[in-house]
């Protein structure tokens, strides 16, 4: 078990170092920065002051080395807009992205576990198609439109929840669905699959021949193998979801740090852009470790 | 008193295409082994998941005649049924390495069956699988309690499944080919276990096997199946030592006994294949591989009597 840990967490540097590489090369071929900082109506010599100040006149590799050493220390640099610490920025920004992610985790379980269960437990009819289709028609909508569909119907026409904000709870409660929407189909599928596979098993029979109420041949026997591979991904899909939440929360004006990545994009603050993108990145990986983790606690088979 | 266990003209379908089980009866007394025999696919599993309403999916049973302790199981719901395995009557399998739950320990599988019928805590529970796995010839019961089934041999799971089946006392355990997934050893052991089982609580067993071995060592009475039918059930001495059907002499005829077959005489074998049988069929199902099978044999299949306790479905005169 500390060997098959410390393999992951080797694993999981290469990924961080990668992804920091990644991000830095990435950001320099948006084009000369200097010029972009600078902006439209400054002259070559602003152009090289700038370049100047950011020690963009360095050589790359010195820029990149002198990142990365400050990155392991945790200073991740100042933002050239906001004039602040970036890593100051991301930690304000941190909690309205997490709470979006948590949300949109937490329902997309509640709703694919038990129509997964269903689905399984009604094989093959029209009830187990229509969940299907469900789970495709969730897969094939883009989250930016479906945000916007229930903004009209529930924000506008109905007016029972505020649109845009982080004042209250309700300001997650559409972005939540919105955010679960990717994760219910694969989730919901995965389920489903996994019931059908523990129902058939021969270990099910023998809880049958045991004489086992209904509740617990599903929930305690089944449900518990056929949860290990959702309980896994799920942990992964969490790490999409924070990544994957800039739409959202673009759409929504949600200031979380998929706000925060857009606006830095788009001012061309790049030492805000690539550290979004190596912290994204971290988080990914840690819980990756953490799907591999939860899986040795549900599987005693891992364990030995 | 009536029997223990009385199946009569039990049929079993799945899907209507096929009928898996044709008629078949059998009677299995209190504190009596009873082997089920018959080769692969004759419909000795499926009588047994029959009896203990445990078909897959699609499988639907249909009988004169299902009582367990004069019982009409026939007349059980779900519930009704449920009540009853596990507690009255419990069944292992052929598959011990897949029949245990991997995700729980042994204690906890074992504990729950007992929990579920009777009003015991799980302190009694405990105690009571700990002194079954020292029953079942399992060293270090407290330790194996705690353990996972992936950490248990083949011959250790399909103890573990004995002792939980025992957990609530049951009057009957069907035993479906229990040894055939273990190595030979082991094989012997938990067949003598079993016989073992039988004789110390007044267990009724039907043990289904295709081993005559077997048979000859444990059975107080044999039934023989052939394509979904009993065609001939007996004492076991009276069987070996006088088989009426021809399908029971054929197979008889496969087994070498040493002494009686010279080295250099060819073991017997039963020609042709066993028919795929479906609705509808008329006559005796054995009747392409007899050698006795003449135009009757296609319309009618008389029920005879032999001697007392020994019946056969055959026209040949007893």
Not at chain 2, 263 to 280: A, F, H, K, M
Request: charged share 15%; aromatic share 6%.
């Amino acid at each position: 078990m500390l060997r098959f840990l410390f393999r992951r967490l080797i694993v999981a540097l290469l990924v961080a170092a990668t992804v920091m590489t990644l991000a830095f090369v990435l950001t320099r071929l948006s084009g000369d920065l200097a010029i972009s900082i600078a902006g439209p109506n400054a002259t070559a010599a602003d152009i090289e002051a700038v370049r100047k100040a950011y020690g963009l006149d360095r050589p790359v590799l010195t820029q990149f080395f002198d990142w990365v050493g400050r990155a392991v220390t945790g200073d991740l640099g100042n933002s050239y807009f906001f004039q602040t610490r970036v890593s100051t920025l991301i930690a304000e920004r941190m909690p309205v992205t997490l709470t979006l992610g948590l949300t949109g985790l937490s329902l997309a379980l509640l709703i694919s576990i038990p129509m997964g269960i269903l689905a399984a437990v009604r094989e093959n009819t029209n009830f187990d198609r229509a969940v299907q289709m469900v789970a495709l028609i969730g897969q094939a909508m883009p989250s930016f439109w479906l945000g916007l569909l229930l903004m009209i119907i529930f924000g506008l026409t109905l007016g029972w929840l505020p649109i845009s904000g982080t004042g209250s709870w309700e300001h997650f409660v559409m972005p939540g669905i919105v955010l679960s929407f990717s994760a219910v189909p694969a989730l919901t599928r995965l389920t489903r699959a996994g019931m059908i596979q523990a129902m058939s098993s021969d270990y099910i029979r023998t809880a049958r021949a045991k004489g086992l109420s209904r509740a617990s041949i599903l929930l305690k026997h089944a449900l518990r193998n056929a949860a290990i591979p959702v309980v896994a991904i799920a942990a992964v899909q969490l790490g999409f979801m924070l990544g994957g939440s800039i739409v959202i929360e673009q759409v929504f004006a949600l200031h979380g740090v998929g706000f925060l990545a857009w606006e830095s994009i788009a001012k061309n603050d790049f030492p805000v852009v690539q550290a979004v993108v190596l912290v994204l990145a971290v988080i990914y990986v840690a819980l990756t470790m953490v799907s591999d983790l939860l899986n040795a606690v549900l599987d005693p088979r891992l364990r030995a | 008193m009536s029997a223990l266990l009385e199946v009569e003209k039990l049929e079993v379908g799945f899907g209507g295409s096929t009928s898996a089980v044709r008629g078949a009866s059998l009677t299995v007394e209190r504190g009596e082994t009873h082997c089920l025999v018959g080769e692969s696919g004759c419909g000795k599993s499926v009588t047994a998941l029959a009896v203990m309403n445990l078909l897959a999916r699609g499988g639907h049973r249909t009988a004169q005649r299902l009582s367990f302790q004069g019982e009409d199981l026939l007349k059980l719901d779900d519930r009704g049924m449920a009540r009853l395995r596990g507690n009255a009557m419990a069944m292992i399998f052929q598959e011990p390495m897949t029949s245990l739950n991997p995700a729980y320990t042994i204690g906890s599988q074992m504990t729950e069956v007992m929990r579920r019928h009777k009003k015991v805590s799980q302190r009694v529970a405990i105690d009571r699988a700990a002194d079954l796995l020292g029953r079942v010839g399992i060293t270090a019961p407290g330790l194996r309690l705690g353990q996972f089934p992936h950490q248990l041999s083949g011959g250790l799971r399909q103890r573990v499944m004995i002792a939980m089946a025992l957990m609530c006392e049951p009057q009957l355990l069907i035993a479906d080919e229990p040894t055939t997934a273990l190595d030979v050893t082991v094989q012997a052991q938990i067949l003598r276990l079993l016989a073992q089982l039988q004789r110390d609580l007044g267990l009724g067993l039907l043990l289904i096997t295709h081993d005559l071995g077997i048979v000859a060592r444990v059975a107080h009475r044999v039934s023989v199946m052939y394509a979904g039918e009993v065609v001939e059930s007996a004492a076991t001495a009276q069987l070996f030592a006088d088989p009426r059907h021809p399908y029971t002499q054929g197979l008889l005829r496969c087994v070498p006994v040493p002494g009686k077959q010279r080295q250099d005489e060819p073991l017997g074998s039963i020609p042709g294949t066993v028919p795929r049988i479906g609705p509808g069929f008329e006559g005796c199902g054995f009747r392409d591989r007899c050698t006795f099978a003449d135009a009757t044999c296609a319309h009618t299949v008389p029920h005879q009597t032999a001697a007392p306790g020994h019946d056969y479905l055959c026209r040949l005169a007893p």
